[in-house]
T-cell receptor, first 118, second 117 residues
Framework: AQKITQTQPGMFVQEKEAVTLDCTYD???????LFWYKQPSSGEMIFLIY??????QNATEGRYSLNFQKARKSANLVISASQLGDSAMYFC???????????????FGAGTRLFVKA | GAVVSQHPSWVICKSGTSVKIECRSL??????MFWYRQFPKQSLMLMAT?????????EQGVEKDKFLINHASLTLSTLTVTSAHPEDSSFYIC?????????????FGEGSRLTVL
């Protein structure tokens, strides 16, 4: 069964506008972490933002914010004031298991390709 | 942030040969590294978890004898694709977790694009 679901294969956004990329997850582990990564055409994976399962507040990192709705198991990424350089593939990821006890791994969603229009 | 270096970036080989890809954590010790495989326009699929000083843990469906992983030191993990065939052509990405960090954020190498002729 899919543990990380990104339902938007592609998204278009006008430059300077905000865009929301959807992500839902499924886990029975009470301790988990949610991540968003950006992958430009060069292939490198760039970390954007992190949300821990026990974090009370939504994470924010500059123009990126994570809309964490734990009961709905969703972790949508919001990019404000889109820039042309934001055009890339975006992956939602989930780490299950605790870092300090080992046995953890991070799995990725199918990704959403974002196109920013001038 | 932490730096993970992967080498080679590109490799082209003949069918039947073996290819070794190295993944190094340059400025931190990584007791655990992860190897992912990515087909064009698809997601990253976890292949295995590489643990320093012990055997790697492979995901279901990944052939252990095909994809040999060695994690001989705290800064180096290697993936060897043995007897490569065209269907092994893919983008292979390694990553590491810096345990001192709170989040368990993965630091990725640059990736290695393997083409088997």
């Amino acid at each position: 069964a899919q543990k990380i679901t990104q339902t938007q294969p592609g998204m278009f956004v006008q430059e300077k506008e905000a865009v929301t990329l959807d992500c839902t997850y499924d886990t029975s582990d009470p301790s988990y972490g949610l991540f968003w990564y950006k992958q430009p055409s060069s292939g490198e994976m760039i970390f954007l933002i992190y949300q821990g399962s026990y974090d009370q507040q939504n994470a924010t990192e500059g123009r990126y914010s994570l809309n964490f709705q734990k009961a709905r198991k969703s972790a949508n990424l919001v990019i404000s004031a889109s820039q042309l350089g934001d055009s890339a593939m975006y992956f939602c990821a989930m780490r299950e298991g605790r870092i300090d006890t080992g046995g953890f791994k991070t799995i990725f969603g199918a990704g959403t390709r974002l196109f920013v229009k001038a | 942030g932490a730096v993970v270096s992967q080498h080679p970036s590109w490799v082209i080989c003949k069918s039947g040969t073996s290819v070794k890809i190295e993944c190094r954590s340059l400025d931190f010790q990584a007791t655990t590294m992860f190897w992912y495989r990515q087909f064009p326009k698809q997601s990253l699929m976890l292949m295995a978890t590489s643990n320093e000083g012990s055997k790697a843990t492979y995901e279901q469906g990944v052939e252990k004898d095909k994809f040999l992983i060695n994690h001989a030191s705290l800064t180096l993990s290697t993936l060897t694709v043995t007897s490569a065939h065209p269907e092994d052509s893919s983008f292979y990405i390694c990553s590491a977790i810096r345990l001192a960090g709170r989040t368990g954020e993965l630091f990725f190498g640059e990736g290695s694009r393997l083409t088997v002729l």
